[in-house]
Every structure is written in structure tokens, then in C-alpha cells.
């Protein structure tokens, strides 16, 4: 299963509707890294900043285990 999978549906909502449409190569770039990569800790800290980058506030690691995992991005079965 690719890490696009186990990405909640709002964090990919928001993507699709606000960054699609005002940054088309940043949202490319997003959707490929998640979709050829399996596990979050395989995406690069370039590849995390993009995309705490482009979502908003209250999507971005509340913590250093939210970002250390991903837990901000993950669907809860696939949190640690």
C-alpha cells in the first residue's frame, strides 16, 4: 500500500481544492512523493517541508511525534 493510501481524506481535500489550483507544479510534486513511497519516514525533510508548507495551520505537527511520524497526516489505523 502506497503512502497516498494512508493519507487522511481532508489533508488530501485541501490539497486538491486550494493547492491544485494556485500551485499546480508544488501539488504535483506532493501527490508523486506520496504515491511512490510506502511509509512516511521514507519521504525526505524537503518532501515533509513541502508539504507542512501548503496546508494550513490547523493541519500542520502539533508536536514532535506528530512530525517525527506523521500522525498529522496518517488516517488514525496507520498512526503510530
Avoid at 18 to 46: C, F, G, H, Q
Avoid at 70 to 75: F, M, N, S
Wanted: a negative charge.
Amino acid at each position: 500500500m502506497k503512502l497516498i493510501d494512508k493519507i487522511k481524506p481532508e489533508i488530501l481535500e485541501v490539497l486538491e481544492k486550494d493547492v491544485k489550483i494556485k500551485y499546480n507544479a508544488s501539488y504535483e510534486l506532493i501527490i508523486t512523493s506520496l504515491s511512490s513511497i510506502n511509509r512516511y519516514r521514507d519521504l525526505s525533510i524537503n518532501q515533509v517541508d513541502t508539504i507542512i508548507t501548503f496546508l494550513p495551520d490547523g493541519l500542520h505537527p502539533s508536536g514532535r511525534v506528530d512530525f517525527y511520524y506523521g500522525d498529522y497526516l496518517l488516517q488514525k489505523q496507520y498512526q503510530v
